[in-house]
T-cell receptor, first 113, second 113 residues
Framework: GDSVTQMEGPVTLSEEAFLTINCTYT??????LFWYVQYPGEGLQLLLK?????DKGSNKGFEATYRKETTSFHLEKGSVQVSDSAVYFC????????????FGTGTQLKVEL | DGGITQSPKYLFRKEGQNVTLSCEQN?????MYWYRQDPGQGLRLIYY???????QKGDIAEGYSVSREKKESFPLTVTSAQKNPTAFYLC????????????FGEGSRLTVL
């Protein structure tokens, strides 16, 4: 079935540093791909998504491109802020039949001044 | 504003007591989900429902029960049979159960004393 491998954390960066969090997938088809973010003590929020190959999702300065050739959906941001400190999830799931997304432990990002 | 409301945000209970967590959505979504999150672990699916009056067990349903009598409501009962109920509980919904994008509530933190 579909699966996703996400880079483990924690990741600690200085403010204004460049961020990459790796996410690679295996799938028989072309599933929609997502990045969710969870700020401390809160629920998850959809950060961005891409529904087909070569799509680029973007939001709040974050970007991820659905790359078929490398089966990747890496999350990037050119200049992180302290307020970006959170846990980021790249879930795997079915595109049909119950839509049960599977969330791993996520990647914890800590941005320091 | 449309969204998902979970209540209570914090809940303390003694061992052996059942407790019910509320989840209400006004997004007119068909599918609803309950996840459990423990420190250092990912989200684990407890139950999900794709339509009113129907629901399925997730990966860790033992010790939990749900009902889906109304489209907008999906309460979760943590029973005394759940051996380790202290956790952060997240409710989510999806328009159809097939598109992958989940909308989350703010979560309920249950502590069993």
């Amino acid at each position: 079935g579909d699966s996703v491998t996400q880079m483990e954390g924690p990741v600690t960066l200085s403010e204004e540093a460049f961020l990459t969090i790796n996410c690679t997938y295996t799938a028989t088809g072309y599933p929609s791909l997502f990045w969710y973010v969870q700020y401390p003590g809160e629920g998850l929020q959809l950060l961005l998504k891409a529904t087909k190959a070569d799509d680029k999702g973007s939001n709040k300065g974050f970007e991820a491109t659905y790359r078929k050739e490398t089966t990747s959906f890496h999350l990037e941001k050119g200049s992180v802020q302290v307020s970006d400190s959170a846990v980021y999830f790249c879930p795997s799931g079915l595109t049909g039949g119950g839509n049960k997304l599977t969330f791993g432990t996520g990647t914890q990002l800590k941005v320091e001044l | 504003d449309g969204g998902i409301t979970q209540s209570p945000k914090y809940l303390f209970r003694k061992e052996g007591q059942n407790v019910t967590l509320s989840c209400e959505q006004n997004l007119n979504h068909d599918a609803m989900y309950w996840y459990r999150q423990d420190p250092g672990q990912g989200l684990r699916l407890i139950y999900y429902s794709q339509i009113v009056n129907d629901f399925q067990k997730g990966d860790i349903a033992e010790g939990y029960s749900v009902s889906r009598e109304k489209k907008e409501s999906f309460p979760l009962t943590v029973t005394s049979a759940q051996k380790n109920p202290t956790a952060f509980y997240l409710c989510a919904s999806n328009p159809s159960g097939y598109t992958g994008e989940l909308f989350f509530g703010e979560g309920s933190r249950l502590t069993v004393l």
